[in-house]
């Protein structure tokens, strides 16, 4: 590998990321942006535009200060005032970039500039030759590049070497273009310019398409060694081309583009989450390399083959990106190889096979209630399976009358010892009801001291875990269950701690004429 392939990653997050609307970053967050750019490895941060506004100047400012590895670059218009704020914001740095553009597009020239391609041409040699009397180290940019005309481009990019740019680059601006198509634009630059060996070409596209990242990998194997791009995606309209996904592409399919950049690729997703926060905007789930869902398998043959070997379903691991591991979401597609593996990641270890039938069972009716299946509710399903292994009284069905103008009834089927019994009751509310019917299908009478229930998980639609203890002659016992509908649980809790007493007296039948006194 030489110095030929080696990429120069340009961020551009806290300038044109902040162009997104409702993305503006307060200055103690940009720094704090800065600080992990600057330890991700970027090679160059973009950090504002300081014409535009005090907060912009004044963030460049900080943040050429504290940057230690990293090129702190301010934008300027092609414009003396606007290179004089970028300069006066950069000069603290050791080294700095001006970043200066303007327009080259037929469309731009005429309805935005109101200038003719000549007057275009003094612009770029007058701004960028300014801009040279600052710094060795000036980008020029042709605003539209894609949408301008190839003779015309070629001439302007000439020009801005012979000023003194030593990188161009070629936006994207409206992200109009295709893979092909801003390949030829590279290529062509490359073949026909002739001073563009004293340049390094450089891509800024935009994702209005959804061909960001495509067009700028395009670039790339076309000749460019310099991406801008922004973390998670972020920036005007549809955003940029992701920094995540132009690194990690590079790094994965290493045999088709062998590139490399500075990029420690393990703090991407700490980079990405910071971004996130500042800006307030949520990273979507099936965003690549750091979406939630990007290292997360949910159906049952891609779990199986996980668990028999991870490169079946990724082809990068979450370590390299900075995610601690791989997850095996658990939910109605999953499998019993997934879940068995769950359940030993829990900590159930010697499990029988009847008693992971039974929690697998329940646990796909719940998974078919629930968006999301977590830890908790998996243990709460095996905990209660555990206990029913033993039950001598299940619940068959239970229907309940509740609410306002009815009284509030219990309709139940048990199964005791075998037997089915079916009943009703009448409570002072839908618990008690309930508690009353199991008491008249099986004849008892105990202690009810406490009667507990709480979410196992968040959300509406998490599983409630009931506590019931009940006592006999001085002893107690306790009884869980957990379902999505409360009153399920408290029957099945309720029933849970009978078993129990049952199951300590070691009775072998039902003795419907003896009271369990307390």
Not at 12 to 18: A, F, N, V
Not at 287 to 294: Q, R
Not at 430 to 451: G, M, R, S, W
């Amino acid at each position: 590998m030489n110095n030929k392939n080696r990429i120069i990653i340009f961020d551009t997050t806290m300038r044109d990321g902040e162009q997104s609307p409702g993305a503006s970053m307060s200055l103690e967050e940009k720094i704090q942006i800065s600080r992990v750019f600057d330890e991700l490895g970027i090679d160059v941060i973009e950090a504002g535009f300081p014409i535009a506004s005090p907060g912009d100047f004044e963030a460049v400012t900080e943040i050429s200060k504290i940057l230690k590895k990293a090129t702190p670059c301010g934008l300027a218009r092609a414009t003396k005032k606007d290179i004089d704020a970028c300069h006066e914001a950069l000069r603290h740095a050791k080294k700095f970039r001006i970043h200066t553009f303007i327009s080259t597009s037929a469309l731009h020239m005429k309805h935005k500039l109101n200038k003719s391609p000549e007057e275009v041409l003094d612009a770029i040699k007058e701004s960028v030759s300014y801009a040279k009397k600052f710094t060795d180290d000036v980008e020029w940019s042709c605003e539209d590049g894609t949408r301008t005309d190839m003779d015309y481009m070629c001439r302007s990019v000439e020009l801005a070497i012979k000023s003194g740019a030593t990188t161009i680059n070629i936006p994207d601006t409206v992200g109009y273009s295709v893979p092909s198509e801003f390949k030829v634009i590279i290529e062509t630059l490359l073949n026909k310019v002739p001073n563009i060996d004293k340049a390094i070409l450089s891509t800024h596209c935009h994702n209005d398409l959804g061909l960001a990242v495509a067009n700028s990998l395009a670039g790339v194997m076309a000749g460019a060694r310099q991406v801008e791009c922004t973390i998670n995606g972020i920036g005007e309209r549809a955003g940029n081309a992701a920094l995540e996904e132009i690194v990690m592409a590079m790094k994965t399919r290493n045999d088709l583009m062998p590139f490399t950049t500075g990029i420690n690729t393990k703090l991407i997703s700490k980079a990405s989450k910071v971004v996130s926060n500042a800006t307030g905007f949520p990273v979507q789930f099936n965003k690549a390399i750091v979406g939630k869902n990007a290292f997360a398998h949910e159906s049952g043959i891609h779990q199986d083959g996980m668990l028999k070997n991870r490169q079946t379903y990724e082809i990068m691991t979450p370590e390299s990106v900075g995610v601690k591991q791989t997850s095996l979401v658990m939910g109605k597609h999953s499998g019993r190889h997934a879940f068995k593996d769950k359940l030993s990641d829990l900590g159930y270890i010697g499990v029988t096979d009847d008693v992971v039938e039974l929690a697998f069972g329940k646990f796909k009716i719940l998974a078919d209630k629930k968006k999301h299946v977590y830890d908790e509710d998996i243990a709460a399903l095996v905990d209660d399976s555990l206990i029913k292994e033993e039950n001598v009284i299940k619940l068959k069905s239970l229907r309940v009358v509740a609410g306002t103008g009815e009284p509030q009834t219990a309709e139940m089927t048990l199964e005791v010892f075998g037997e089915i019994k079916k009943g009703s009751e009448v409570g002072d509310g839908p618990v008690d009801a309930i508690f009353k019917c199991i008491k008249k299908l099986y004849k008892h009478d105990i202690n009810l001291k406490l009667y507990q229930v709480h979410a196992v998980t968040e959300g509406t639609d998490a599983q409630a875990t009931v506590s019931v203890r009940i006592e006999e002659n001085g002893k107690s016992t306790v009884g869980q269950a957990a379902n999505t509908d409360t009153l399920v649980a408290s029957a099945e809790a309720y029933l849970n701690a009978l078993n129990k007493l049952i199951i300590k007296r070691k009775r072998k039948a039902p003795d419907d004429s003896i009271s369990v006194l307390a």
